[in-house]
């Protein structure tokens, strides 16, 4: 009987095993059979190579950080070209038949156009929409030259897929229609937290801060709507004369400084504690503590077509929402959440203030959101279509026989 395949993952802007989406496809894949190894950046005093729960990791340094065209593009350059060579030197030691390549950046396609040469599987995993991205970082014009080349770097990265792993049903309709893939190999894998993502006990001190706690959790960058958020929180304040509060930001990016700075600009910090990045029971701890959570997205090129990971989370937790109005948060919270016009911060601050005072409908609404993470969007849903884009779309029966490019091509290492 012939070995395990093979799957090396790359994720470049997380670290592992803190990039959750990453490190359940891992499991998923090591569970199936396949001997998995993961090449992402460096945390702080993290290890360069371990082995975590059965999967083989390998580091990088990460590039400084910077929010600047000229920044990302040295950081993508640079983890591309780092990210090929500890490829290489991992094919040399353990043997690689697919690359499993998350975004961003839509570069690592190079990778996978190499390997290919010697008859490896090529896994495009589409995290995010990059040209969309920039379109809600820049607001920029879809003919500036930056643009069209992320939609060339994406249409690379589509071209040298044998199998896209879309995130969503916005995302495969990309993949369709800008990528002129076969239907049969995109494959919709969701973000759904899994089944034992439940209520923790909270912190009794932290729920004697105030009446009402209301929670955000997730990066905080320039297109993520903390600054929306921020200025719902002063109309709360000074329009709707509301002192009950305490919202709690958890999460980093580059963008924290700016809306802390926003924060005291406004004269809301003694409604606003922000927790910096935690770890995932933490967290919980402080998402189980908060009566109501938001999602504070504002319309754009990207967040309009994109599953939010916190929404899930709040779900998962029973946690009422309050949404800007965009397709894929609707099809995914549906009724679990109150949809407001998108980026009016007013409203959405009337309708955070509203459920607040609305226990009854706060607890249905939750209800709702338990039921249908539980019944259809949890992780467990997700983890079969993952083993099918790998089985159906790359060729490799789920008993993990060799890839079937080996009969041709003698596997590196």
């Not at 490190?23 to 001997?35: F, K, M, N, S, V």
């Not at 309709?173 to 209520?199: C, I, S, T």
Request: glycine fraction near 6%; hydrophobic fraction near 45%; charge should be neutral.
């Amino acid at each position: 009987m012939s070995s395990p395949a093979r799957v090396l993952l790359l994720v470049e802007n997380n670290t592992y095993p803190f990039d959750f989406r990453v490190r359940r496809e891992a499991h998923a894949l090591r569970d199936a059979g396949y001997q998995v190894s993961v090449i992402a950046p460096r945390g702080s005093a993290q290890p360069w190579i371990e082995d975590i729960e059965g999967i083989s990791v390998y580091r990088f340094p990460a590039p400084p950080g910077g929010a600047g065209v000229i920044s990302y593009a040295f950081e993508f350059g640079y983890a591309t070209f780092v990210m090929l060579l500890l490829t290489a030197w991992v094919a040399m030691r353990k043997g690689i038949d697919v690359i499993h390549a998350a975004n961003p950046p839509d570069t690592l396609f190079v990778i996978g156009a190499i390997f290919k040469l010697f008859g490896k599987g090529f896994v495009f995993d589409q995290h995010d929409l990059a040209s969309e991205i920039y379109l809600s970082r820049f607001t920029q014009p879809r003919a500036n030259l930056i643009y069209k080349i992320l939609r060339i770097l994406e249409r690379c990265s589509y071209a040298t897929a044998d199998v896209v792993v879309a995130t969503n049903e916005s995302y495969k309709q990309m993949a369709l229609k800008r990528g002129n893939k076969h239907p049969d190999k995109v494959f919709v894998v969701r973000n759904g937290p899994p089944l034992a993502y439940k209520l923790l006990e909270p912190d009794p001190d932290l729920v004697l801060r105030a009446n009402y706690l209301i929670g955000y959790i997730g990066t905080i960058g320039p297109q993520d709507g903390v600054d929306y958020w921020l200025r719902a929180i002063h109309e709360m304040v000074f329009t709707l004369g509301r002192r009950d509060f305490l919202a709690i930001i958890i999460g980093s990016g580059d963008a924290l400084s700016t809306v802390q700075a926003l924060a005291k600009e406004l004269q809301i910090e003694a409604y606003v504690l922000f927790t910096g990045r935690l770890s995932e029971l933490e967290s919980r701890k402080y998402l189980s503590a908060v009566n109501v959570c938001v999602q504070p997205d504002p319309l754009s090129p990207l967040n309009d077509k994109s599953t939010m990971n916190k929404l899930m989370e709040y779900m998962a937790l029973g946690k009422p929402t309050v949404a800007f109005d965009l397709v894929e948060t609707r099809f995914s919270a549906q009724e679990a959440a109150i949809y407001v016009q998108p980026n009016d911060e007013l409203e959405f601050a009337k309708r955070v203030s509203w459920l607040l005072d609305n226990p009854d409908e706060c607890e249905k609404m939750g209800k709702i959101g338990r039921d249908r993470v539980a019944n259809a969007l949890a992780w467990e849903y997700s983890a079969p279509v993952l083993l099918q884009a790998y089985s159906e779309g790359l060729g490799l029966s789920l008993d993990c026989q060799s890839h079937p490019a080996d009969k041709k091509h003698k596997l590196i290492g």
